[in-house]
C-alpha cells in the first residue's frame, strides 16, 4: 500500500491508455461501416460505367433496365451488411473488451488508498456545502475534544513520569479499484456507448442518404415522368441525358467519406472535454473518498450503480438501433423487390411490342401479300385478253376456278393460319406470368417507418406493420390483371373479325367474277365485264390492303396501349416505395374489406328475400313437370305408350341432314370444329389437373420409382388430346415410343409387331423376349399405349394378351414409363373381371366437363370464326312468361344462349365430342357474318328402349370394346359370322352404327343416349 498514490498521477496514466482504446473501437467500428460505403460505391461506379457504354438504339433503354436490375441485384445482397447489431451483441463486445484492457491498466496501482489527514483539512473551503461545513466544523470541535482529552491524561501520566500519548492522527482510507470504477471506468464506459451510438447514427443517416440516392436515380430512370413519350421509341441521346444527370450522385457518396474522416477529430474533441469534466469530477471526489462524506459503501454501490446504468442504458438503446437497422434493410429489400417489379413490367413491355413488331412484320403482312400478289397476277393475265371476247370468257372461267382454288385450299387458309399462329393475344402471357411471379415473391407483411428520427439518440422512429402484399394483390395486380385482359379481349376480336373478313375475300372474287361472265353471255358486253373483272379483283386487293393496314395499326397500338397500362401498372407501385402513400393504402384497404364485407351481408339478406318465393314457386313447377316427364318416358321403356314408329326414321333422317350441313359449312368452321384430337393449345381447356397428376408421376418414375399410368375417359372426352399434350409439356426432350391399337387384337402373335414397331432395337417374337429386351435398353423411354380396350375380346380365352401384357408392364416399368389409355366402360369392366387397377401407380379418369367448361370449350372454338352468335326463337320460347319479362335482343340472346346450352349439357353430359356434334347440328344458316343456331334439342331417343335383347347387348359390347368387326361380335355371342353380319347390318340401317376399315362402332349422336338406355336396363355399370 502506498500513499504516494495521487489523483494526478492515476489521470495522467490513464488518458493515454483511454484515448488509445478509444481510437481502436471507432476505428473498428468505422472500418465497418467504410467497408460497406466502398462496396455501394464501386457496385455505383461500375454500373454507372457500364450505362455510360450504352450505344444501340434498338434495345437501349431494356439494356439500361437489366442493368439496373443487376445493379438492385447486388444491392440485394448489400443490404446484407446492414445489420450492424443483433439482439445478440453484448455491451463488452461493443466496447471492444474494454474492462479486460484496463484491468492491467490497474495492476501498477496499490488496492487500497490510506491518506493521513491534516488540521488543515477541515478548514471550510470555497465550494463547501452546507453538509460539508457541519460535518467539518463538527470534525473540529471532536478533535479539539480529542486533544484536551489526551492533555488531560498526559498530564496524569507527567506525574506518574510516564511517557505522554501522542494524539492518534485521522486517515483517509478507501479501495482504489472500487473508487476508480465508480469515478472512472463507468463514466469512460458510458462516453464509449455515446459515441458507439453516434457512430450508428452517422452511419444511420449515411445509410439513409444512400437510400434517398438510390431512390432519386431510379426516378430518373424508368421514364415515368413523360406520359407522352413511349418508352420503345426513347433514344440513346434521351439515355444520356438522363444518365448524366447522375454523375452529381458520385460527387454525393464521395462527400460521405469525408464525413467519416471528419469524425475522427470530432471524437477526439468530445473525448478531452470529457476528460476535463471527469478528472475535475475525480478531484473533487477524491477528498471526501473513504470519509463520512463518501464512505466506501457508498462508492461501492456508485460503481455498481453506473455499471447497471451503463448496462441498461446499453439494452434500452440497443433495441431502439435494432430496430432502426432492421426497418431500413427492411425498407431497402422490399423496395427493391418492387423496383424489379417496375423493370420487368418495362422490359417485358418492350420485348411484347418487339414481338408484336416481328410477327406481323415478318410473319403476317409477308403472308398476306402473297395474296395480293395472286390476285394482281390474275389482273395481270385479264388485261392481256381484254379486247378478245372469246379469250377473257375462257380467262374468267379458268381464273375464277384457278384463283378460287387457290384462295380456298392455300393463300386464305394461310392468312388465317398466320394470324392464329402469331399468338398475338398470348405474347401478353409472359408480362402478366413475370409480374405474377414478381409479386408472390414480396412478404406477406412489411414494417415501415411511419416516421424516421435522424436527429435523436437513439432515434425515436416510430414503424407501422403494413400488407404489403396483399396490397400489392389487391390494389395494383387484379387492376394490372383486368386492363392487360381487357387489351387481350380488344385484340382477339380484332383478330377475329379480320379472320372473318378474310373469309370474304374469295366471295368478292367469286361474286365479280360470276357477274362478269354473266355480261359476256347475256349482254356480250365486253368492255364491261373487263371493267367488272379489274374492279372486283381491285376490291379484293383492297379488302386484304386493309388488313395489313390494320395489322400496322396492332403494331402501333400494341406501343401505346400497352405502354399506358404498363406505366399507370409501375406508377401504382411507385406510390408502394413511398411509406406515407403505403400507411394511406393499408387504411384505403381495411375500410374497402369493411364495405365490401357489409355490401355482401346486405346483398344476400336481400337476394334471400327477393329469390326465396320464385325459387319456391319454380321448383315446384319443375317437380311436376319432371314427374310428367318420368312418367312418360316410363310409359316409352315399358311399351305402355303407343310406339313412336316415326322416331326412328326421323333419326335416319337427322343423322342424314347432320352429315350434309357438316360438309356445308364454311371451311372455317369445319376445320375448328372437325371430330378429331385436339392439338392447339389455344383450345385446350378443362383438363389441366389430369396432366398435372401426370407430370408429377412422370418425376416420380424419373426419380427411380416403379410408376405406370392408366388414362381412362368416355370415348371423345380427349384422351388423346390430353395425350399430345402430355407429350408437348410433360415429355419433352424425352424419347417417347407411341403403340396406337386401331382394331381389336386378342392374340400375342398378332400385338408383338406392334411393339416390335414402337422399339425397333428389340428383337422379340414373343412377349417373354421381348421383356428381356425390354430391360436391356440404353436408356428408359416412355411408351403411350392408345386405345387399350382393343387388347381383348370378351371370350374366355380372349384375356389371355393383355394379362401377358400387364404381367410385361409390371416387370419392365422401371426402364420404360408405360402410359396407357383405355374407354371408361371397357376399363370398369376389366376392373371387375381382371382387377386390372392394381398393376398402375395412378389411374387418370377424364371425367365429363362441367357445362361452364363445355360452353368455354365450344364458344372458344366459335369465337375464332368471327361470326356473330344469333339464336333464332321458338314459337314456345315467345310464349314463356319469362322471357317475355326480357327487354332488349342482348338479355334475349343470353337467355336462348343458356337454355341452349342446358339442353346441350343435358344431351351430352359433358362429352366435348358429341357436345361439338349437336352444337354444328343446331346451325340454322350463316348469312351476313352472322351465325344462326336454333336453341333447342329436340330429338326422341326413346326407340332404343324398344329394340331386341340382342341389338341391346350388341350396343354394350360395342361400347365396352369401342369398335368391332362381325366375326369378333361372332365369337363374344357364339354365333355365326353370319348372324352377326346381319345383326350389323340391321343396326347400320337404322344409323344406330357407323363402319368403317377398322369395324363398326355407334354413331356418336346415339352415344350418350346408348348409355343411359343401357344403365337404366343394367346392361353396362
Known sequence: MSQKT?????????????????????????????????????????????????????????????????????????????????????????????????????????????????????????????????????????????????????????????????????????????????????????????????????????????????????????????????????????????????????STVAALFDEITAFRPAMLERFEQWFAETEKNFHDQWRFAGTHILKEKRIASRSGNARKRVQNQFERDKKAWIQDFSVEREDWVNEIALRNIQLNVGKEYLQVVQQFQAKISGQIIPVFATAIQAIRTSTDKFKSVEQNRADLKRAIVAENRALQKSLRDEILPGMMDALLEARLDQALTPLLETTRQLGKTLPDKQTVFRKKDLDHLPPDSKVDDVPIGELFNEKLLLAFERQIEEYRQELRQAVENIIRDISEVDQVVEFNLDAALNLLEERKETGEAFQTVMEGLERAAGLVEQFINRGTQFRQQSETELFRIARKFMQDVQELLDNEALLKLKIQLAQAKAKERIRIYRQKIWSFCKLIIPRIWSFLKQTAGLVRRKYSQLRKITGLAPAALDSQAALFQYLSETRRKITSLPYVYQRLFQNRPLTDERFFAGREEELSELREDFKTWQQGYSVATAITGERGSGKTTVIHFAKEWVFAGQPVREIDVKITIWRAEDFISLLQNAFPECKASTLPEMEKALLQLDEPVICIVENTQNLFLKTVDGFDLLEEFLLLISRTHRQVYWVLTCTLYSWAYLDKVINISRFFRRVLSLDNLTRQEMENVILRRHRVTGYRLFFETPEKIQKNRRFKKLTGEEAQQSYLQDLFFKELQEVASGNVSVAILYWIRAIRKIENSRLTLWPLIEQDYSFMYQLSAEELFTIGALIQHEMLKPEEHARIFHQSGQQSVMLFNSLINKGIITENENGCRIHPFLYRPALVALKRLNIIH
Open 6 to 250: 495521487t489523483p494526478h498521477e492515476i489521470l495522467s496514466r490513464f488518458k493515454p491508455v483511454a484515448e488509445e482504446h478509444l481510437s481502436k473501437c471507432v476505428s473498428g467500428w468505422l472500418r465497418l461501416h467504410e467497408q460497406n460505403l466502398s462496396a455501394f460505391q464501386n457496385r455505383f461506379r461500375q454500373t454507372l460505367a457500364r450505362l455510360g457504354k450504352l450505344s444501340r438504339k434498338d434495345d437501349a433503354l431494356h439494356t439500361l433496365w437489366s442493368e439496373l436490375g443487376d445493379f438492385y441485384h447486388a444491392l440485394q445482397e448489400w443490404t446484407g451488411r446492414l445489420a450492424y447489431l443483433s439482439e445478440e451483441s453484448a455491451l463488452n463486445e461493443v466496447l471492444q473488451g474494454e474492462k479486460a484492457r484496463f484491468a492491467a491498466f490497474w495492476e501498477p496501482f496499490p488496492k487500497d488508498i490510506k491518506i493521513g489527514l491534516t488540521e488543515s483539512y477541515w478548514e471550510p473551503q470555497p465550494g463547501d456545502s452546507l453538509h460539508v461545513k457541519l460535518w467539518k466544523y463538527q470534525r473540529r470541535a471532536r478533535n479539539r475534544f480529542t486533544r484536551a482529552r489526551y492533555a488531560l491524561r498526559n498530564g496524569f501520566r507527567k506525574l506518574f513520569r510516564r511517557q505522554a500519548l501522542p494524539v492518534p492522527p485521522i486517515y483517509q482510507t478507501f479501495s482504489l479499484a472500487v473508487f476508480s470504477e465508480g469515478y472512472l471506468s463507468a463514466p469512460f464506459d458510458r462516453f464509449l456507448l455515446g459515441e458507439w451510438e453516434k457512430y450508428l447514427h452517422l452511419a444511420s443517416r449515411q445509410i439513409d442518404a444512400l437510400h434517398k440516392i438510390v431512390q432519386q436515380m431510379h426516378s430518373r430512370l424508368i421514364f415515368l415522368d413523360e406520359a407522352g413519350q413511349v418508352w420503345i421509341q426513347t433514344d440513346v441521346p434521351k439515355i444520356a441525358a438522363r444518365l448524366e444527370s447522375l454523375r452529381e450522385f458520385s
